[in-house]
Every structure is written in structure tokens, then in C-alpha cells.
């Protein structure tokens, strides 16, 4: 098997695979820089096979006071997940599609992003009925990147155990031209050991069609630095590989599945051909940016 | 004939619950009440609240993920720094919303619930502040008392409930 290995070997992953025309799984090695638990994993894999939850969801709360209107649902096993509306037909924001498609080639490429499935039946009317649902943050137990640095949480220890996904990070969102970035997009597992600590990243209803307006647009986000995060090439190029291993009917497939009132056609079609493209000149835009990325 | 009446002053009281969860992503998790905070806002009056808990039992600390207990152990201590964080950084009648957006984690400091409330407007200044700050008080020692009821029959983790387990923050 050719490719970079991680020497560290813990962002490799051993993946049961099917393919259509055996009835026998093979494995196959692929580089991971998740670090969820095994429930996680375990929702990830499910809501990856599906556009949408068929489950019935009760509101039972909202998250913090801001403009999102974010709500916290529940189902009938007890499952809590954050709903946020998908679609903001007023300024042509198809936030939903976009957390839908970003988790899902999240969770295909090993970057670390809670799972999303999509909602159609939540509370309002019309297209205020639609709703993408997070896991929440992921892990059992989390803090936000930018609390935990005000209160003193994080040392130089986490900060480089974390370097590695976050470098994978920066490159996903090159990849998708996720712009909306900040600390309080980052959670970190606070259960885990700080030597191999757990980080995830939310939020990416503004990225693709929000920024890409014809089918090779070139948009590049910044680059972003996590504060005191310190570099770290080889997770680039790990990383590269990662989304460059998604193929091209793969992103069509998760794009596909989006219904219309979720994404419309040209957006879809703006999508799938700037994921595909953008891909191929990925590491040419880390060689320009080398170790500013993250 | 002439009717002349002292309108009241209309403002805002808000609440907040601040509790530690256990388990974010399930119906089943423990919850652990922390404290409560309250803000008033009326037209030239203003104050903030702050009630917590002093300590935690060692069934409760036991459910905490190590990185955070070690900040935890004594609630207001660390929600202080909080109080603190909001009275200097946010717009009078913002705090709880801030803090609310700000700790949405295991963390949490709750959607607040705000209600209209009205100091009679013959009051001096002096008499506006202190009128202002009992009922500030008297709300947010209600609702702490409230929320620690309801989770009272929690086995798991019976609250302290020691008055001399409570200290709180005022400022106006």
C-alpha cells in the first residue's frame, strides 16, 4: 500500500468495506484523525447512509439565546441532537445541504465532524420546517476551543496532541471554502487524555454555494491559526491524501441525495463540480501556504 | 379635573440556570445544578446576580471528566470569573444572553427567561438602586431554591444544602 503512514499509528483505522459486486467485506486501511467514542462512530455510520432521520423528534429545549434559533430535540431512544433551520429562503442560504454534505465527507475523509443527518418535519411551516440535526458536539463530555482557553483548560500538551486533526482540519476546509472559522467552532473531549485528546469542529452552513457561484469557482479561504496550536505538515499531507482518496462518484452520491427543497439543482451541480475540482489543486495550495494552514 | 399618577419604570428581569452535563448528547444524563444568574435592566438601573454552589459531592465529582473537575470542585469560584467576564464585557440587558452563547458545552449556562418588571418611578436614585437589587435578589435566591428542588429526588446527586454551601455576587 503506498501513501503516508502516520509513524504514530494512531490516526489509522481499520474500515470494513463492501463492495456492491461481493457479497464478502474487505478491509481496507484508511487514515483517521476522529477521535470520537464508539457511540459516535457508531451514529456516524448510520446518519452517513442516510440523507434524512425518520425518527420522531421532540423539541425539548434551544441552544444559547443567538439568531440561529438552534434547538435541541430529542427521539424516542433519548438521542439529543442540535436542529438548526436549513434553508433561509431570504438571502438564498442553503445551510443545511451544506452541514449535510460537509459531515458526511467529514466522516468518509476522517475528519473529525460530529455527525449531521437532515429533518423535514420540524417545527413551522413551509421550507422553516426543515432542519439539518447535529450530534451534539460528539463527545460525552466537551468545552469550546475558546472557553477552555479562557478558563485555563488547555496546556502545551493538548495543544500538540490536537495539532495533527487540526492540521486535517485546515486542509477540509480549504477543500469545502469553509470561511466561518473560529475558535468557538472547535470542541474538545474533555474525558479524553491530553496526550491523545479528542477535537472536533462544527458549523459549516457557510461554506460551498454560500461562496461558490459557477461550477470552477476558486474561492480560497484565509488561512486560520488555532492560537497556540503548533504546526504540523505531515497531518497536511495526510490530510491531502484523505480527501483526495474521495472519489468523484462518492461526491456525487452525497450531494445527490440532498432533495430540492434542500438544495436546489444549480447549487447542487456548483457543488459536486468545485468538490471535485478543487480537490486536484488542494495540495498545490498547501505548498503555497505551507504550515500556514490550519 | 386632573389625574396625575408616577408611572412605573418598565424594565427586564432575567434568569439563568448554569448546571453541569454529564452526558450532552442523551435524555439520560445526569445533571448537576451549579447556581444561578440574574439581570435586571430598567431605564437607568442596572445589576447583576450571581448565586452558586461552593462545592460538589464525591458522587458528583466522580461524573466529571477530570480536565474540567479540577476547575469545578468549587463551583463559584469558577463561575465568578464568568460574572466577572460578563459585567465587563457585555451591554447592560446582554449578559445572560452572552453567557448563554458563550457556555453551550457540558458547561452550561441556560436560555434565559426574562420577564417585564416596573420600579415605581417616585423613587430617588438611592431608593431606584436598592428597590432594583432586592428584587434582583429575591429572584434569583427563588429560582436557585427552585432549581435545586427539582432536582432533590435525583439519588444520584442530592445537592448540598447547607446555606453555608452557597456564596453569591452582586453587582450593580
Known sequence: MGGIVDPSSRHLMLVLQVDSQSQFPTSVLRVTFRRFPPNTEQLARVWRGQAFSEHRWLVVGSVGAGESESLIVQDDAGLRAVAKPAVDPTHGYFRGAHEKIAADLAYDAGIPVPPVVLWRNGPGTGSSKLYSLSYWGGFTQFEYWNVAADHGLLNEQICSSVARAVAAIGLFHLWISAHDRKPEHFLIDVQADPRQMGIAVVDHAFSMSSYWKRADDRDWPAPFRLEGVPDDPLGCEMAIQAINACKDATIHEICARIPLEFLPDDRRDIIVSNLAGRKLEIPQRFSNARGAIA | ?172
Open chain 2, 1 to 172: 379635573m386632573t389625574n396625575i399618577a408616577a408611572l412605573p419604570t418598565p424594565g427586564r428581569l432575567g434568569l439563568a440556570r448554569i448546571a453541569f452535563h454529564a452526558n450532552v448528547g442523551s435524555k439520560f444524563e445526569a445533571l448537576i445544578p451549579l447556581g444561578v444568574i440574574a439581570e435586571i435592566h430598567l431605564s437607568d438601573v442596572y445589576g447583576l446576580g450571581l448565586i452558586a454552589r461552593t462545592s460538589l459531592t464525591s458522587e458528583e465529582e466522580s461524573v466529571i471528566a477530570p480536565l474540567l473537575l479540577e476547575k469545578l470542585r468549587s463551583p463559584f469560584d469558577f463561575l465568578n470569573g464568568d460574572f466577572e467576564w460578563a459585567w465587563n464585557n457585555s451591554q447592560p440587558g446582554c449578559c445572560l444572553i452572552e453567557l448563554a452563547n458563550r457556555h453551550k458545552g457540558s458547561l452550561r449556562f441556560g436560555t434565559p427567561v426574562s420577564k417585564p418588571t416596573a420600579l415605581r418611578r417616585s423613587h430617588n436614585d438611592g431608593e431606584a438602586m436598592e428597590a432594583a437589587r432586592r428584587r434582583l435578589l429575591e429572584a434569583r435566591d427563588k429560582e436557585f431554591w427552585a432549581f435545586l428542588r427539582e432536582h432533590e429526588d435525583d439519588r444520584r446527586f442530592p445537592p448540598n444544602r447547607g446555606l453555608d454551601d452557597f456564596q453569591y455576587a452582586e453587582a450593580a
